[in-house]
């Protein structure tokens, strides 16, 4: 039993001044705490307080990360209270700050795994050692860094991107925090100025690539499983020539799923259904053009265009419907240095007589739908462009869905009014509502908060052995069947201050979907009551 400074320092049991004055006692705490005793709310309050006295969202980011380093059912507590105002600080976009100054600012988390890619022979070791004192361990959150959000390769310093991903889980899902491990591969770094940056705390090396990477991949893969039987491998921001393949590799031999990749194009997917509705045509007869052919952009097409399969659509007929454009515009076959992903989308090279070098240069061409953007690139989503989509659809669907926000392709004031009020839009960071001709018109936000940590909750609670098809279409599903579109103006997706009730209503979809597929190894009667079960709350 620890006692004293121990257990102060062990944030998963330190609870501060709320010891009671018997705990005090018991535990030899007496003069290691100030004397006055307060409630939880009481903490929450004061605590909150002092966030409120720093004036940007990163200064509030590391305020709250030394509180989640101290007492994390404090942290959960005040990210759970005032979740619209504080989940984009914990996560998107403030995350890509924390990631950026992670070793000038330097604070370790303090359960987040480092593995060393030239150290392979201290892989258990390390694992073990980080696990040594968890209940269990129902979920690895793993990234190499080599593609955080829209900032790219930033190394040793994506560790960030974990911790944020499973706090995430924790406030919107009620993941149990002390059954997961936030995972880094230090497999160096192709950012030049993070190699010269004498704070950076990673490998000061270029990334190894081919056979010594994929065996160091193979063999953390054969250990986590053999040391976490029913683990589900969530893999975050690895780079776009690696992520599709680590999936493919994967997805049937463990429990696996890429955010990225299914993450992203699940939220969409979800997002596709409710402009099915909004605008009285439905998924199957859309047409899509998606800006930005990497692994979020191939990711989407994938997902949306299984939901067309699901809903009758043969996959041949369904792959015509999207056209995808890359840095050298639209990829047609070919062309040079294709991924596999994009090999499945090219065009034929003879399709058009016309350049379609440029977006502006397809739009024209294709008379889009949908316009889905996972570029990067900034203020790409022009005013032409809008303007040609609504000339030729009454409700086009015009989504710039890159983060963080100033790498968003378009702002959802300029689409709103470009538009005349008839675009149908979603972004990937919070955008305020716009007041246009007399109609207030709310901005789905297409955050993968609403999505992953149902997903997330839902395979842990049936124990699902893999993640299907049906599984991730049931959490699309989950997502766009509690959005009421009634009213002018509504939102395509619910607020991210829903997310519990959201990732509720996701798990339970996905662990009906795990059992109607025959994939869970828990055997579950009535599925409400086990998702409710899982539910961790922040109390002492």
Known sequence: MLTGKDLLNNPFLNKGTAFSAQERADYKLNGLLPTAIQTLDEQVAATYA???????????????????????????????????????????????DAVRGFSDDFV???????????????????????????????MLVITDGEGVLGIGDWGIQGVMISVGKLAVYTVAAGINPQHVLPIVIDNGTNRQELLDNPNYVGNRQNRKTGQ?????????????????????????????????????KYKNEITTFNDDIQGTGVMMAASMNTVAKASNKPVTEQTYVVFGGGTAGIGVSDQIRNEMVRQG??????????????RYGLVIEGQENLTEGQTRYARPADEFSTSMATLTDVVKAVKPTVLIGTSGQANTFTQEIVEIM???TERPAIMPISNPTELQEGKADDIIKWSKGNALVVTGSPSDPVEFEGTTYYIGQANNSLLYPGLGAGIVVSKASTVTDAMLSAAAHGIADIQDLSEKGASLLPPVETAPQASKYVAMAVVKAAIEDKVNRAEITDVEAAVDASIWKAEY
């Open 50 to 96: 002092q966030l409120e006295t720093y004036t940007t969202r990163y200064e509030q980011n590391k305020f709250l990360m030394s509180v989640y380093n101290t007492n994390r059912v404090l942290y959960y507590a005040i990210v759970g209270s005032h979740i619209k105002e504080l989940l984009p600080v914990i996560y998107t976009p403030t995350i890509a």
């Open 390 to 392: 609504s000339a030729n």
């Open 108 to 138: 370790r988390p303090n359960d987040a795994v480092f593995l060393d890619v030239n150290h392979p022979e201290t892989m258990a070791d390390v694992l073990k050692e980080a696990s040594k004192d968890m209940p269990q361990v129902d």
């Open 313 to 326: 659509m043969t996959e041949e007929d369904a792959m015509k419907r999207f056209y995808i454009v890359d």
């Open 212 to 248: 010594e990477y994929w065996d160091y991949i193979d063999q953390f893969v054969e250990t986590a499983k053999g040391m976490f039987p029913d683990v589900l491998f969530h893999w975050e921001d690895f780079g776009r020539a690696n992520a599709s393949v680590i999936l493919e």
